[in-house]
């Protein structure tokens, strides 16, 4: 195949044109003046191919402006440092290893057909070995056996960096708005005695009998064990002998529902009163 050579000086200003034929139009080919070598292999582009840029590792920044951005996407050549998404006219110096700049939507990270995993994972990993074992992650569920449609908090409990169990979830924000964990509360509700006057994952409380309220769970516990903090007092009253109050756990305490018994202040005497419980247990 004959070859084209196109050959200029440093210092020159010259124009190659080439005109299309049949048309009055022409086409401009401008070359820099910098020093700059075009290559291709077996004298085809090949877009599929790897591309590296900046190979020889110099101090050069490398850069992709948008429609609104100049510094799109920014490497500074210095030391490495990342900017995505902009940030601002001028040349912003990134000031962490990698910064993100969002508008309007804010931030994707999809995993749209991934076929092998249930999961779309952001990772953390700090570590001074190159395979870290120890991993926490932020998971939003598409699918599996729990949890699904929900975002989790992980930290990998059995640090074998393997997939995902229950118990990796330290922190599960669900899909109807509840937080779960050993350190958040699992249901609380504020009880006046003839009705709720404000609950959360309470549905109901019914009463089974001179001041002992049933209080049903809209979403059940994970078992039987969990902890009830509760308080009363005879119609919201001062703590004086006749109305201050206890209370008491009953035996009917279940994964869906629990008794408190209030009692005035002899711990004795059942006495209807306005209740306020709050629920911890295992998640």
Known sequence: MAKVKIQGHASGTGILTVTAPNTSTDRTITLPDSTGTLA?????????????????????DFRVESDTHTHAIFVEGSNGKI????????????????????DNDGLMINNYGQTNGEFAKIMFASHDTAAPNTKGAIV???????GV???????????????????DAKLILTQDGRGLSQFTALAWCDYTGTGINDTFNVSSVSEA???????????????????????TCKG??????????????????????CLI???????????DGDVRMVIFGDV
Not at 40 to 60: K, L, M, Q, R, Y
Not at 210 to 226: E, G, H, K, L, V
Request: hydrophobic letters at 35%; glycine letters at 14%; aromatic letters at 8%.
């Open 40 to 60: 291709t292999t077996a004298d085809t582009f090949d877009p599929d191919g790897a591309v590296v840029i900046n190979e020889s590792g110099a101090d050069v």
């Open 83 to 102: 900017n995505l998404g902009g940030g601002g006219a001028g040349s912003p110096t990134p000031s962490h290893d990698v910064i993100i700049h969002t």
């Open 140 to 146: 939003f569920k598409r699918a599996g056996d729990f």
């Open 149 to 167: 449609g929900d975002m989790q908090f992980w930290v990998d409990s059995n640090a074998d960096d393997a997939t995902a169990v229950e118990a």
């Open 209 to 231: 009998g001179t001041a002992q309220y049933t209080f049903n769970f809209s979403n059940n516990m994970a078992n039987d064990t969990y902890t009830v903090v509760a308080s």
């Open 236 to 257: 919201g009253g001062g703590p004086s002998a006749s109305n201050s109050a206890a209370v008491s756990v009953g035996e009917t305490r279940a994964v869906g529902s």
């Open 261 to 271: 018994e209030a009692f005035r202040g002899d711990a004795v005497t059942r006495q």
